[in-house]
């Protein structure tokens, strides 16, 4: 079965090598291509991350130099790999094709400056973290203290990230912050967050958040790492990944479900999901859960149909 994952850092990994990697067929990433095609990924986001020791003033360079290994490591040497820069090319990939999706993870490279932003949009970014898991210009992240939230600057990225009809992206948002974004954010998801009701961590989403974001047109993607699935890291299961998406859909619907690996930005991974070419793994436990249509819907048709609506906004 055919799967979208909404969040990797393979350009991370890449950037941070010491050794040169080649995203076709490395054993060093968890997501290379020859992965993702024996898995059965056919659509991959690619996160621009940048790491918090990177002093403010080299950031946005950075960010940009993520941009350019996308172009020369992922896309160029690898023919079936397809930028998606408008979301109609999702329904017109051909066989063997993989979709690759550019986001930012964090607003932390831009500082104060929406040129940087909108630099960043235009060189194809998707989606739009407001933050990591700290303190930027824009909001505050998911390890600050619950009570501060979306700060004056935040407010002008969402209006730019609105306006270009750009997905904001609510998994690394504290909860003051989370409950400010909602209201304002066009088009709203949480790439890669489990159910907090099963697993207590900052990073995963309260029954009250998830509800809310449904509400609001949003989705929720399961991630698999083992601390945002349970308590005990130790021995993390497939079905204990299902089960955090077994609670989710009782909740508010697998209609809204999806998936977000976070293949190569962990160093913990689920038994029998170690890598993105075990992807069916997962797809085989969900089977024991949900019918062959809800699965489907989870894997894949969820995000599309989200996407529909966004290029149905754009035409109006």
């Known amino acids: 079965m055919n799967i979208i994952d909404l969040h ?26 020859d992965k993702l095609q024996l898995g059965h990924v056919i659509v991959q986001d690619f996160a621009i991350f940048i790491d918090k020791h990177v002093p403010q003033a080299e ?13 020369t490591n ?4 690898n023919p079936e790999m397809v930028h998606i820069t408008d979301w109609n090319q999702l329904e017109t990939l051909e066989e063997g094709q993989i979709a690759a999706i550019l986001s930012l993870e964090g607003c932390d490279a831009i500082g104060e400056d929406l040129f940087k932003l909108q630099s960043l949009l235009d060189a194809g970014v998707k989606l739009v973290g407001l933050t990591w898991n700290f303190e930027n ?3 505050f992240g998911a390890e600050e203290s619950p009570n501060k939230g979306l700060k004056p ?7 730019l990230l609105n306006k270009r009809d750009i997905i904001i992206d609510v998994s690394h948002l504290n909860e003051q912050s989370f409950w400010d974004v909602l209201p304002l954010a066009k088009h ?15 990073r995963n989403l309260t ?17 698999y790492y083992p601390p945002f699935i349970k308590k005990d890291t130790e021995n993390v299961t497939l079905m204990d990944l299902a089960e955090h998406v077994k609670y989710l ?18 160093y913990k991974t689920v038994v029998g999901l170690q890598n993105a070419a075990q992807s069916q793994n997962l797809i085989a436990t969900l089977l024991e859960q949900f019918s062959i249509e809800e699965v489907e819907k989870i894997a894949n048709r969820n995000f599309l149909d989200y996407v529909k609506n966004i290029e149905e906004c754009q035409s109006m």
């Open 59 to 71: 950031k946005f360079t950075e960010a940009m130099r993520q941009v350019e290994l996308f172009h």
């Open 207 to 223: 029954d009250d958040q998830v509800k809310a974001l449904v509400k609001n047109g949003g989705h929720i993607h399961v991630v």
């Open 8 to 33: 990797c850092d393979v350009l991370y990994k890449l950037s941070t090598s010491e050794e040169p990697i080649e995203f076709s067929q490395a054993y060093q990433l968890q997501a290379s291509k």
């Open 188 to 202: 709203i998801i949480a790439s890669h967050s489990n159910a907090r009701a099963l697993c207590d961590h900052t």
């Open 74 to 77: 992922v896309l160029q040497p």
């Open 137 to 139: 210009s824009v909001a």
């Open 153 to 159: 600057f935040g407010k002008q990225v969402i209006e």
């Open 249 to 266: 859909a009782d909740l508010v619907g697998v209609e809204h479900l999806g998936l977000g690996s976070d293949f190569d930005g962990i």
